[in-house]
């Protein structure tokens, strides 16, 4: 997309990207207009306006692989699902609830004798706190030791060189979805959030900056077609999820780009930031962005 520049003599001029950072003397008046310059991105992977990513089928993890509009290589993403260590985490859980369960009947048992402690009201509390014990202390066992879903961004496959990473805030969140951006290099340089309620209507994601302030949203692309989907399904893939990606964190805001699913280009979702040929969004978190909207769907 060009660069609108308006003049202050009134006349609105749309630039090619190519001039950016450019002075123009204006037609009409002469005045020297100078045309923004197209901000620097902390990596070359991520100077570039559009991405294409296609998730890797038939991979125990999630995998994500990050191309340019060339079909060309950028970036290998990895999420760990941990299959082994959820099991036993399941496996634990359940261990601790009939653990638990089995000392609060043989006190029961031990305080009333055998066969009176269902009947007797002391043995019915025993019993009775006992399970709400058991299936407090068996969720909490689950959480504590699942781990977390860290995603990692990779130069390649080799997992050498880590360029980026999206760290899953806490192993509960029920309601609020938080993960924070870092750059191996800089630090954290966002935060994103999603709150599930509003997957009910229209899905969300907000991103911001390190200080907390925001930077841009993610919207299901449609309300009514949000709505199709809750109630039809992904229809055979006709309705896919496509967001748009605004400014700030209103729906209004100016818009930024999008995350099209629908395969059109090389069989790759495409996350297009065009709308902000300044390059004013930081691209890494906007392929960050672009990946947990895919990931963090379905799970
Ligand atoms: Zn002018």
């Given at each position: 997309m060009p660069i609108d520049v308006r003049c202050d003599c009134g006349r609105a001029f749309a630039f090619k990207n190519e001039l950016a950072g450019r002075s123009v003397a204006c037609p009409d008046c002469g005045t020297t207009l100078s045309i923004p310059a197209?901000?620097?991105?902390?990596?070359?992977?991520?100077?570039?306006?559009?991405?294409?990513?296609?998730?890797?089928?038939?991979?125990?993890?999630?995998?994500?692989?990050?191309?340019?509009?060339?079909?060309?290589s950028l970036l290998y993403v990895r999420r760990p699902t941990y299959p082994f260590r959820r099991i036993l985490a399941i496996l634990a859980g359940l261990l601790v609830i009939f653990g638990l369960l089995g000392a609060s009947l043989a006190l029961a048992f031990a305080v009333h004798g055998e066969g009176k402690a269902a009947g007797s009201p002391l043995g019915g509390i025993i019993t009775g706190v006992g399970m709400?014990?058991?299936?407090?202390?068996?969720?909490?066992?689950?959480?504590?030791l699942?781990?977390?879903?860290h995603v990692s961004f990779y130069r390649d496959p080799s997992r050498q060189e880590c360029v980026l990473e999206v760290l899953q805030d806490s192993k509960f969140m029920p309601i609020r979805r938080n993960f924070t951006v870092v750059d191996p290099k800089a630090g954290p340089i966002g935060r994103m959030s999603k709150n599930i309620l509003f997957d009910l209507f229209r899905k969300r994601w907000r991103v911001n900056d390190a200080e907390g302030e925001p930077v841009c949203t993610a919207f299901e692309d449609s309300i009514i077609l949000a709505l199709l989907r809750r109630f039809l399904g992904p229809l055979f893939g006709l309705l896919r999820t496509n967001?748009?990606?605004?400014?700030?964190?209103?729906?209004?805001?100016?818009?930024?780009?999008?995350?099209?699913?629908?395969?059109?280009?090389?069989?790759?979702?495409?996350?297009?930031?065009?709308?902000?040929?300044?390059?004013?969004?930081?691209?890494?978190?906007?392929?960050?962005?672009?990946?947990?909207?895919?990931?963090?769907?379905?799970r």
């Open positions: 197209i901000s620097a991105q902390a990596d070359a992977a991520f100077d570039r306006d559009r991405f294409l990513l296609r998730q890797k089928r038939l991979s125990i993890n999630e995998i994500y692989d990050v191309r340019d509009d060339r079909d060309a709400l014990l058991a299936m407090v202390a068996g969720f909490v066992t689950i959480i504590a699942s781990p977390k879903r967001y748009v990606i605004v400014r700030g964190a209103d729906a209004d805001g100016d818009r930024l780009g999008e995350f099209n699913r629908k395969l059109t280009l090389f069989d790759r979702y495409v996350l297009d930031l065009s709308a902000d040929p300044l390059r004013s969004l930081d691209r890494r978190l906007a392929v960050a962005l672009g990946v947990m909207l895919d990931t963090g769907e379905k």
